[in-house]
């Protein structure tokens, strides 16, 4: 029975073979060898539906890639112009006085010392961010001499409101990543802000190449990321008060809590500074001063001794009002020294009281030791030629102070440090701590990948 039903299915199936078959041979003529006349008819007669496996799109699927559209211009690299003058503004923002003085001062810096500056100012580095594009500039110009790479490149990309230094091998030493970045916050990016581009790129040309040339940049007034005072202590006040109304009662932690935060996140936003100085003022005080606000609403004694320190800095600020405050910040300090030299003083002389009285051969024991070191230093200093010279001395005293104060210190009630047998048993417990011009070409430098980014 399964012998006739399989005769059965193959001659069903035998009709379709040739048609089969015939559809392969129209669709794929270059498979058919030799004459297709006579190769027709027994071509027919084969089991062609074996045949299929080698499908005829199988060889055709290349077609669509080799078909497929070339990367669009809106994905293209944005290009790197000619390297025709010192300053190349292809948004033609700058107008021909500020270039003309630029290059001059760019000219006269690579008279002098034979390195290569080079300012470029393009609408936008897309897809590439600032740093690539600087890099990739950079290297198609090779800025700079060769094996001394002492090249800088200054880009400025005006609708992407980014601008980058970068700066040669040669040239990491003198303009380290940290320096490139401060020359950006404190003279370009300020400039920028105020759409003062010709200010912005002079004066940042000027810093460079003062930094170039070895000299170091002034300290700063205020760091671009720190915070006002003036804000500051406004955040403060309002996350004391917070916490002095939970304190109270009058608020619920939670309202408490938020307040406190919302508080300084809001001075900050209002004052102008960016998203991170701003949840620093509501993280800061937040720890800080939020809970010195509870304790003061919380409890009597805090309320107290908080009226005597303000009386007290009310009283030192009178005083500086009546002498000075240059008299008053002396005053406090020679009080400050004086009251920290008593302090160290007393631990070695309350150590040697204490091992005298509890100890006498830890207190022998001790003293021979200090005296030990004492004649050392003596004959090392005898050796010298100049003891007027205070580092010839001064290392000795310092360290002679400092081995004095823990060698008796380790005597002290409760010191693990024992130089007897005989020491009191008190002590045996573990110790307590507390010119624009054409054809200007590069000179075969290459970038150190350093420099400064910044966007405005």
Request: charge should be negative.
């Amino acid at each position: 029975m399964l012998v006739g039903l399989l005769l059965v299915g193959l001659a069903a199936c035998a009709p379709d073979a040739p048609e089969t078959s015939a559809a392969q041979e129209q669709a794929q003529p270059s498979l058919i060898l030799g004459p297709p006349g006579p190769a027709a008819g027994p071509a027919s007669l084969e089991p062609m539906p074996v045949e299929p496996a080698p499908v005829a799109p199988a060889p055709l699927e290349p077609e669509p890639a080799e078909a497929a559209p070339a990367i669009p211009a809106s994905h293209a690299l944005a290009p790197v112009p000619a390297l025709e003058s010192a300053v190349i503004d292809t948004t033609q923002t700058l107008d021909a006085a500020a270039r003309g003085r630029i290059e001059a001062q760019i000219a006269d810096y690579e008279k002098r010392r034979g390195s290569q500056l080079q300012v470029l100012m393009v609408p936008s580095t897309a897809p590439e961010t600032v740093e690539q594009y600087a890099a990739r500039a950079f290297e198609t110009w090779k800025l700079g001499r060769k094996n001394i790479d002492d090249g800088l490149l200054l880009v400025v990309a005006k609708h992407d409101r980014k601008v980058r230094i970068e700066v040669g091998y040669g040239l990491e030493s003198a303009i380290p990543d940290i320096t490139a970045g401060r020359v950006l916050d404190e003279y370009v990016v300020p400039r920028l802000r105020e759409n003062d581009y010709a200010g912005a790129i002079g004066d940042g040309v000027t810093r460079l190449i003062a930094l170039a040339e070895g000299e170091s940049l002034p300290e700063p007034d205020n760091d671009g990321d720190s915070i006002d005072p003036r804000y500051a202590f406004s955040a403060f006040g309002l996350s004391v008060l917070c916490g002095f109304a939970w304190g109270m009662g009058w608020l619920r932690w939670p309202w408490a809590l938020g307040g406190s935060a919302a508080s300084g996140y809001g001075v900050g936003l209002l004052a102008g500074m960016g998203a991170g100085p701003s949840l620093m003022l509501a993280f800061i005080p937040l720890v800080l001063f939020f809970p010195y606000g509870w304790a003061l609403g919380k409890s009597r004694t805090v309320r107290r001794w908080t009226a005597y320190a303000a009386a007290f800095i009310g009283l030192l600020v009178l005083i500086g009002a009546i002498f000075g405050t240059q008299r008053l910040l002396a005053g406090i300090f020679v009080v400050f020294l004086g009251a920290m030299g008593a302090a160290l003083l007393a631990v070695p002389v309350g150590g040697a009281i204490h091992a005298w009285r509890h100890n006498r051969p830890g207190f022998w024991i001790r003293l021979a030791i200090l005296a030990a070191a004492a004649c050392a230093a003596a004959w090392y200093l005898a050796g010298q030629d100049d003891l007027s010279s205070p580092g010839t001395w001064a290392p000795l005293a310092i360290g002679g102070a400092v081995f004095f104060i823990f060698l008796f210190a380790s005597a002290l009630p409760g010191s693990s440090t024992s130089l007897s047998s005989s020491s009191d048993s008190r002590s045996s417990g573990s110790s307590s701590s507390g010119s624009s011009s054409s054809g200007r070409s590069g000179g075969g430098g290459r970038s150190g990948g350093g420099g400064a980014s910044r966007g405005w």
